[in-house]
């Protein structure tokens, strides 16, 4: 039976960090599906927004499918540095820099409980056109890194029989 590498001890940093993003995921998620469509429909109709506010509602959304990219680039970057025991490069942590704070910035931005919401729609659509420079920027960086550090099919073709064997022999 193939040895399969100690992944879940305490010191792999990079691990740790990946299960932290995919719950993060997760969350998020539910907030772009919030963001896109709205949880509560009868408190956002646009006829009830202020003008400034209706002009940003349709960029918010766009804002919302452009965190989803950005996450799964970091997911599979984070996947492949695990996976290959590679160390990360400048373009991976500027990448994930920028992708972080747009994905702090929209998580705060889609919740309804957090004054941060009210005062992003008080700027209007200068606050969302923002953040998609940002995201779109992070999301660039990070398609080059993984580009870069992907693994061949071959090579993930390989990789699977490994994992299988393991866990169906046990």
Partial sequence: MPDLPNLFHGDNRLLWLLIGVCLAMVLTIEAVEAAVEGTWPHQRRPTRMLPRERSAHAIWGVVALLVLPGALLEILNLGVLVWR?????????????????GWGIFLLASSDRLPVRRYLATVGPVAPIALLGVLLFGDVLLLIAFLDIRPSVDEVRDAIPVLMAGRWLA
Avoid: A, D, R
Avoid at 85 to 101: A, D, N, P, R
């Fill in 85 to 101: 025991k590679l160390e990360h490069t400048q373009t991976q942590v500027l990448g994930s820099i920028f992708v972080g704070i």
